[in-house]
Nanobody
């Protein structure tokens, strides 16, 4: 059984920063792409950032220059550093990972709330 556990969400003022973490645990053979999605109230879930096992990254235009995704392969963990946060960044943030156990499948975390408000 593979689990993805997120942490680091919370309430922050506009212009502030938060760092999200997501750790994968269980019988893991390999982890390929990892990423973060978010879903604001009344909106569809959208990709925020993704990172390959080799470290190549991809960002949504709305977060480029403000958010940074990184990973620690030894810890099976992906991070999302969020700076210069805006009210429109308010959403539930979900991590996802493509994992071989040995069957290959996509897994999701339970989500963590990020609220940007004064």
């Amino acid at each position: 059984q593979v689990q993805l556990v997120e942490s680091g969400g919370g309430l922050v003022q506009p212009g502030g920063s938060l760092r999200l973490s997501c750790a994968a645990s269980g019988r893991i053979f390999s982890i390929y792409d990892m990423g973060w999605y978010r879903q604001a109230a009344g909106k569809q879930r959208e990709l925020v950032a993704a990172i390959t096992s080799g470290g190549s990254t991809n960002y949504a235009d709305s977060v480029k220059g403000r958010f940074t995704i990184s990973r620690d392969n030894a810890k099976n963990t992906v991070y999302l550093q969020m700076n210069s946060l805006k009210p429109e960044d308010t959403a539930v943030y979900y991590c996802t990972a493509d994992i071989r156990t040995p069957a290959r499948s996509n897994y999701w975390g339970q989500g963590t709330q990020v609220t940007v408000s004064s």
